[in-house]
Nanobody, 123 residues
């Protein structure tokens, strides 16, 4: 599985962005998908995950209520809608995939990663 993120950019605090992650391969619908981020000088952290069917989603407490993860299996794409952005959301955002549960996405090493897309939120 190859993953390519897009949609990052510069936005003012309080604004919105939607990230996309396009996956190659015909088995996309069998993978749980997740978003992670890494800010300068910090470790990569879990942001959100979604099950293969889209029926289960999980979020980090820091983004709950502001970010929404979704997927379109017909388009082999997962999305991260980010609203009410804060300067502390500034990071490189990565998409990841694995044949596991959405709940486990933030807890175990994952098989596939994208190259990342930069999100910068100005104050």
């Amino acid at each position: 599985v190859q993953l390519v993120e897009s949609g990052g950019g510069l936005v003012q605090a309080g604004g919105s962005l939607r990230l996309s992650c396009a996956a190659s391969g015909r088995t996309f619908s069998s993978y749980a998908m997740g978003w992670f981020r890494q800010a300068p000088g910090k470790e990569r952290e879990f942001v959100a995950a979604i099950s293969w069917s889209g029926g289960s989603t999980y979020y980090a407490d820091s983004v709950k209520g502001r970010f929404t993860i979704s997927r379109d299996n017909a388009k082999n794409t997962v999305y991260l809608q980010m609203n009410s952005l804060k300067p502390e959301d500034t990071a490189v955002y990565y998409c990841a995939a694995d044949r596991t549960t959405a709940q486990a996405m933030g807890l175990i090493p994952l098989d596939y990663w994208g190259q990342g897309t930069q999100v910068t939120v100005s104050s």
